[in-house]
């Protein structure tokens, strides 16, 4: 139970920004907490010579999969939609094709370059925590970040 307590006390942030990313943020904790259940559950499951981050982020996964499954999403009819702008003022459709255009050019991006970006802008990792990760030198990643950040501002500028 010890090894729990220490493995919630390390990674528990870890796999609540994971999950806040999934699930909506109102269901965070109770996911997290399904996620801290499950790996106490399946404890004998974990390889010790694998990362421990990736394990309980494929558990956080699966759960958030599941819990997103059993909710019945809302509907909403669409005359009641109409054209709605934005928190900034413009129209949503437009912030949609900026979003599908940056998600073209992220797939334009080497593999390694876009691990690194989608860690730090989407997972909240800070450079030291995506290279203790991915197993690599510090230097490697913040290369890889700034190569690929570049190249990304290259290809949304021709877009």
Same mark, same amino acid.
Do not use: N
């Given at each position: 139970?010890?090894?729990?307590?220490?493995?919630?006390?390390?990674?528990?942030? *870890?796999?609540?920004?994971?999950?806040?990313? *999934?699930?909506?943020?109102?269901? #965070?904790?109770?996911?997290?907490?399904?996620?801290?259940?499950?790996?106490? =559950?399946?404890?004998?499951?974990?390889?010790?010579?694998?990362? *421990?981050?990736?394990?309980?982020?494929?558990?956080?996964? +699966?759960?958030?999969?599941?819990?997103?499954?059993?909710?019945?999403?809302?509907? #909403?009819? $669409?005359?009641?939609?109409?054209?709605?702008?934005?928190?900034?003022? =413009?129209?949503?459709?437009?912030?949609?094709?900026?979003?599908?255009?940056?998600? =073209?050019? /992220?797939?334009?991006?080497?593999?390694?370059?876009?691990?690194?970006?989608?860690?730090?802008?989407?997972?909240?990792?800070?450079?030291?925590?995506?290279?203790?990760? /991915?197993?690599?030198?510090?230097?490697?990643? +913040?290369?890889?970040?700034?190569?690929?950040?570049?190249? $990304?501002?290259?290809?949304?500028?021709?877009?």
């Amino acid at each position: 139970m010890e090894a729990l307590a220490e493995c919630y006390r390390t990674h528990a942030s *870890l796999v609540r920004a994971y999950l806040r990313r *999934l699930v909506p943020s109102q269901d #965070v904790d109770d996911v997290a907490q399904i996620v801290f259940t499950e790996v106490w =559950r399946c404890r004998d499951r974990y390889d010790p010579a694998r990362s *421990l981050e990736a394990w309980l982020l494929g558990i956080a996964h +699966k759960r958030a999969v599941d819990h997103l499954r059993a909710r019945r999403p809302a509907t #909403v009819p $669409l005359d009641h939609l109409g054209d709605q702008a934005g928190h900034d003022g =413009r129209a949503d459709g437009d912030r949609l094709a900026d979003r599908d255009q940056l998600h =073209r050019a /992220l797939a334009e991006l080497p593999e390694p370059q876009r691990e690194a970006i989608a860690l730090a802008y989407y997972g909240d990792l800070s450079q030291r925590e995506i290279a203790t990760r /991915l197993r690599v030198p510090l230097g490697t990643i +913040k290369a890889r970040t700034a190569r690929g950040l570049h190249r $990304l501002s290259a290809l949304l500028e021709v877009a």
